[in-house]
């Protein structure tokens, strides 16, 4: 139980820090709904989810977050990567192309063995 | 970096903060307007925008929970609040938590300050290198299995043996010390000139003596104390090349010893001098004076040394009969011979503390029972209400813990004061015998013995009660009326702890019992003297003036005539040895008329003015007291004691019968008097064989005062020392003392023990009957019901009190009958600091369980007589 949410944790994680990257400084609410629009609404994030994420990278320094103002003027909490989160970012991209490149090469119907 | 950046983060998450709470208010806040935003814009009606963007947020507690365990560290924060609801729970029941804490506290207090002296005198290693590997050298003779050696004797040793390293010797030996004040006593000893580097012991400013400097030839060298190096010479550097005239002889200062360096045996010690062999002892072969102490060669064991020296003391005895008949050899571990005498009290104290640490920890976990007893419903509600085992668990550990750790913080406290004031009752002479004890204190091994009682106790805390619970069903907590059951389950457990801790009591009151015994048989022993108003002093002349035979009788006459002019003094007598202080100082005879070859009888030899005896207040069994006048110019004569008589002169009469010394032609010494046995050793010692020769004929420049008073000891004590150096002022005196003090000092060891021990106890008998109060007391509240229901149908009080005092009284015999078995087992281990008392001693036995029964049913009275007058109309509303 516990392991499946780590695992979705971490490409949550990943995620979040994408979208960032390809946003600049977005809030909590803008984040949700790009994700869920770039999954094509495949992934839908609840508060429970994505909070506790955000506040795990603030903690780890991957991003930083500031009060701001939103387009309609409501006040908001905007977050922003940082340069510890960028690195994280490339690093981590990297290592799941790796495994997706991997796992994809295990799913491939083999051709040698008809 | 990152995870210790991120745990820092959460762990001041922890903390409160107002700012926090309200910006993730507002943060949640401003993502559901912008949702509903959104959902305006997109065409829907205010009240569905607002529905399903709360939909779309998920639950909002799961969702603040989840984000507050990432936010903080939630087992952390778990213990926090377990602490603060421990300390709640424990405040709300002070009665208890007092009770616990005290207890746990005196338990640990006991048994970490005696295990801190047998950490001090036992364990701590020695200051010396590789001190496992070093010996005590002793020659043995009938009368002392560990006599000293004499320097003729120890020169052969060293040039002969096959098996020490290194060999040599030290004396104990008081130095008259030269003072721009006049002449002072000072403590010091006499060593081989390699004691210190067989030892291992490097000096810590200057230098160890050379090979060669302990001979007669050498100039004279000594080597100061830490502590006399610091007080005398106020740790000055230069004190290196000053001189000390020590028995006027001019010595070089050449060296400090370390701080933590001490040598029991030899001790106090402020200047350690060579030997410088001159004295007619030293180069006498039958004059025994020195302690042995050698370093053993690699490989060798004790035995193989052991049967190397022997062969050589009989070696020796064949090529010098005269001097060496029966002088035998004999080795002790160094650690055996530098407390080996305090070992078995110091172990009997320490099993006594562990016993009262047993009870008060058992006594602490029968409180404990009853209190998880009595939160049963609570613990019911708490499960009802979905709390895991696991979390049940960890309120109890938390509870567990926070007690252990009060009790232990409060018994460490105590322990330290306790170790202070446990030295400080330590009659000076006697720390000083002990300087292993100066400075005790904490240290690893003391905190490392509190820290695993601690531990032990923290665990016995936590589990009690989670044991408990996991036996009983939890759900059983919730039923009104179910407490018939598991009340059941803990009386039985509860009443099995209690005769643990009775029969406990049992054990450590009979030890008391016989230690108390024992002192009141030694303080009762017949010591040949009248000890009320007789003070004593030492007194030692210079050689230069009263190294002569008439000079020393001079002297003595001017004494006794200058302190019987005192006011107060009745009468005044000299002897070189005073009573008590052990049967050394001994001489060999034959007796006249009987046929002799070579064997010598050996005993205690002293030089005693005619006064002597009626001083002390001695009875006289035959003949007469020495003359004033009966000096080198008369025959010689002599005075013995009971024991010589019964031992030498079985069924014949002493009286006219003649002794002599060993030397050729033998020079009759003819028996004059017989006096009842004065006891010259310790309080605890057999009588032996003892001869006393008058003053006047064995003069010496060394004796001992003793004055009977017939007004104010202490004053004249100090009149004493002053009337004597005021005949010259080259003359110190020291060991001023009264009789009593003597006879206190002797018994001291038994003293201590007793009352130490006397005390452990009267805290297990107390202990123990709250113990049994405590469950009888329970058992009482639980049957409440069932007693009321007895006397709605009749039962009359005193059938009610039988019902109660009929179950305590099982305890109390059964915990008793226990304790006596177990006492008598203990006794065994005990009857090595018994006097006059055995092991078993019925009297004592049976005394001890007549206190322990009544204290026993002086407890359990007071429940029953509660139950006794319940009103069965309100103990059957009450349910």
């Not at chain 2, 000139?193 to 230098?207: A, C, E, M, Q, Y």
């Not at chain 2, 407390?339 to 009262?356: K, T």
């Not at chain 2, 010259?728 to 007793?754: D, Q, W």
Request: aromatic share 8%.
């Amino acid at each position: 139980m516990h392991e499946k949410a780590d695992v979705w944790q971490g490409t949550l994680a990943l995620m979040v820090l994408k979208t960032l990257e390809a946003m600049g400084a977005l809030h909590g609410y803008g984040i949700a709904r790009r994700i869920e629009q770039t999954s094509g609404d495949r992934l839908s994030l609840n508060y429970g989810t994505l909070y506790p994420a955000l506040l795990k990278l603030e903690q780890e320094g991957s991003i930083a977050s500031e009060w701001g103002v939103s387009e309609n003027n409501r006040k908001a909490k905007f977050y922003r990567l940082t340069r510890a989160g960028r690195k994280q970012l490339e690093k981590e991209s990297q290592d799941w192309q790796q495994t997706t490149d991997i796992l994809a090469q295990f799913l491939k119907p083999s051709a040698d063995r008809a | 970096m990152k995870r210790t950046r991120s745990w820092i983060l959460r762990l001041t998450g922890i903390l409160p903060n107002a700012r926090r709470e309200r910006e993730r208010a507002d943060e949640l806040n401003g993502h559901l307007q912008m949702h509903i935003d959104e959902n305006l814009r997109s065409g829907m009606t205010p009240a569905q925008a607002r529905r399903e963007a709360l939909l779309k947020l998920g639950g909002v507690e799961a969702g603040r929970q989840a984000y507050r365990e990432r936010a903080t560290l939630p087992f952390v924060e778990n213990l926090l609040k377990d602490v603060r609801f421990s300390l709640r729970q424990l405040g709300k029941n002070l009665g208890f938590t007092t009770t616990a804490i005290l207890m746990l506290a005196l338990g640990l207090c006991a048994s970490v300050s005696i295990f801190a002296f047998v950490d001090a005198a036992l364990l701590k290693p020695l200051p010396y290198r590789d001190s496992n590997r070093l010996v005590g050298v002793f020659e043995t003779v009938p009368m002392f299995p560990q006599s000293n050696l004499s320097y003729p004797d120890y020169l052969d040793w060293k040039k002969e043996n096959k098996v020490f390293r290194s060999l040599d010797v030290y004396e104990r030996s008081g130095f008259t010390m030269a003072t721009p004040s006049g002449p002072e006593p000072a403590r010091g000893a006499r060593v081989s000139d390699g004691f210190f580097s067989t030892l291992g012991v490097t000096p810590v400013l200057g230098r160890d003596f050379y090979t060669g400097e302990d001979l007669s030839s050498a100039p004279r060298t000594v080597l100061l104390s830490y502590s006399a190096w610091q007080q005398r010479y106020g740790g000055r550097r230069d004190v290196l090349g000053k001189t000390v005239t020590l028995n006027s002889l001019p010595n070089v200062i050449i060296g400090v010893l370390p701080k933590d360096f001490h040598f029991a045996p030899a001790e106090p010690a402020d200047f350690w001098a060579t030997l410088h062999p001159a004295s007619e002892c030293d180069l006498r072969r039958s004059c025994h004076s020195l302690y042995g102490v050698a370093r053993l060669k690699d490989g060798v064991t004790m035995e193989t040394a052991l049967a190397n020296v022997v062969s050589i003391a009989k070696q020796l005895e064949r090529q010098y009969p005269g001097s060496n008949r029966d002088q035998g050899a004999a080795l002790a571990p160094l650690s055996e011979v530098i407390s080996g005498r305090i070992r078995p009290i110091l172990l009997v104290l320490l099993g006594g503390a562990a016993l009262l640490l047993l009870i008060a920890g058992v006594n602490v976990a029968g409180l404990l029972l009853v209190r998880s007893e009595s939160r049963k419903r609570e613990i019911a509600v708490r499960t009802a209400l979905g709390a895991s085992p696991g979390r049940l668990l960890s309120q109890f550990v938390t509870e567990g813990v926070v007690l252990a750790a009060a009790g232990s913080a409060l018994g460490l406290t105590l322990a330290y004061w306790t170790m202070q004031l446990l030295v400080k009752l330590i009659p000076e002479q006697m720390l000083q015998g002990m300087p292993f004890l100066i400075g005790l204190g904490w240290n690893v091994r003391v905190l490392g013995f509190a820290a695993a009682i601690s531990v032990l106790a923290a665990l016995l805390f936590s589990l009690t009660p989670a044991l408990h619970l996991s036996l009983s069903e939890t759900h059983d907590g919730l039923a009104e009326g179910s407490r018939g059951s598991a009340g059941t389950t803990w009386r039985r457990l509860g009443s099995k702890l209690v005769m643990v801790e009775l029969a406990t009591a049992m054990v450590l009151l009979v030890g008391a019992g016989l230690l108390g015994k024992s002192l009141y048989r030694l303080l009762q022993v017949d010591i040949g003297l009248q000890p009320d108003h007789l003070v004593t002093i030492q007194v030692a002349a210079p050689d230069a003036s009263y190294g002569k035979p008439e000079q020393a009788v001079a002297l003595e006459r001017e004494v006794l005539r200058r302190i019987a002019n005192l006011p107060g003094v009745q009468s005044a007598g000299i002897s070189s040895d005073i009573p008590m202080q052990g049967w050394g100082d001994t001489t060999w005879v034959r007796i006249l008329g009987r046929p002799w070859h070579g064997e010598h009888l050996e005993m205690p030899e002293r030089d005693v003015s005619a006064d002597y005896f009626t001083t002390l207040g001695a009875k006289l069994v035959r003949g007469r007291y020495f003359a004033e006048d009966e000096d080198a110019t008369k025959p010689r004569v002599a005075i013995i004691n009971q024991a010589f008589g019964k031992k030498y002169f079985p069924g014949e009469d002493p009286m006219g019968k003649q002794l002599s010394g060993l030397s050729t032609p033998p020079v009759p010494i003819q028996i004059v008097g017989i006096v009842e046995d004065i006891k010259e050793g310790s309080l605890d010692s057999a009588n032996q064989p003892a001869l006393y020769f008058p003053f006047h004929q064995a003069p010496g420049n060394f004796f001992n005062v003793v004055v009977r008073t017939t007004q104010g000891d202490q004053s004249l004590l100090a009149a004493l020392a002053s009337t004597i150096r005021g005949i010259n002022p080259g003359i110190v005196t020291f060991g001023a003392a009264t009789m009593n003090e003597l006879v206190a000092r002797s018994a001291y060891p038994h003293r201590s023990t007793a009352w130490l021990v006397g005390g452990f106890a009267v805290l297990a008998l107390l202990l123990s009957v709250a113990g049994l109060y405590g469950v009888v007391a329970y058992s009482v509240s639980q049957r409440t019901r069932e007693i009321g229901v007895r006397m709605a149908l009749g039962a009359q009080p005193a059938a009610v009190y039988q019902l109660i005092l009929k179950e305590a009284g099982w305890l109390a015999a059964a915990g008793i009958l226990a304790g006596l078995l177990c006492a008598v087992g203990a006794g065994r281990l005990l009857s090595g600091l018994l006097f006059g008392v055995r092991s078993w001693d019925i009297p004592t036995l049976a005394a001890v369980a007549v206190v322990l029964g009544l204290a026993a049913l002086l407890a359990s009275f007071l429940p029953a007589r509660r139950a006794a007058s319940v009103n069965p109309v309100d103990a059957l509303r009450a349910e």
